[in-house]
């Protein structure tokens, strides 16, 4: 079992930045797969970002946003993701989400069998 906590959301201008963190508990991300998902209202819930490390201290990560990063300490059990040139659009709520996930699934949220409640990200002026 893996709980998943999601935080560092919040109110930022456009062109500013936001570090959310996803701290998890139970087992270890030495084999996971974590992404990062939003929603916005009234829109599917989309692909933001993940990392894997299967079992080795390298992660590999992907992300479809290139102002957006994600970042991991696997040993701390905690994923970050940074996100700078944030815009309107970029407003939703985060997710984090872990599970054992095959590559060809990392964009499919329902690949992910945990999920944190999530963290409000507003971009507004």
């Known amino acids: 079992q893996v709980q998943l906590v999601e935080s560092g959301g919040g109110l930022v201008q456009p062109g500013g930045s936001l570090r959310l963190s996803c701290a998890a508990s139970?087992?270890?991300?030495?084999?996971?797969?974590v992404g990062w998902f939003r929603q916005a209202p009234g829109k599917e819930r989309e692909f933001v970002a993940v990392i894997s490390w299967n079992g080795n201290n390298i992660p590999d990560t992907d992300s479809v946003k290139g102002r957006f990063t994600i970042s991991g300490d696997s040993a701390k059990k905690t994923v970050y993701l940074q996100m700078n040139s944030l815009k309107p659009e970029d407003t939703a709520v985060y997710y984090c989400a872990a599970g054992e996930v095959i590559i060809g699934l990392r964009t499919i949220s329902s690949a992910y069998r945990y999920w944190g409640q999530g963290t409000q990200v507003t971009v507004s002026s």
């Open positions: 139970g087992r270890t991300f030495s084999s996971y797969t």
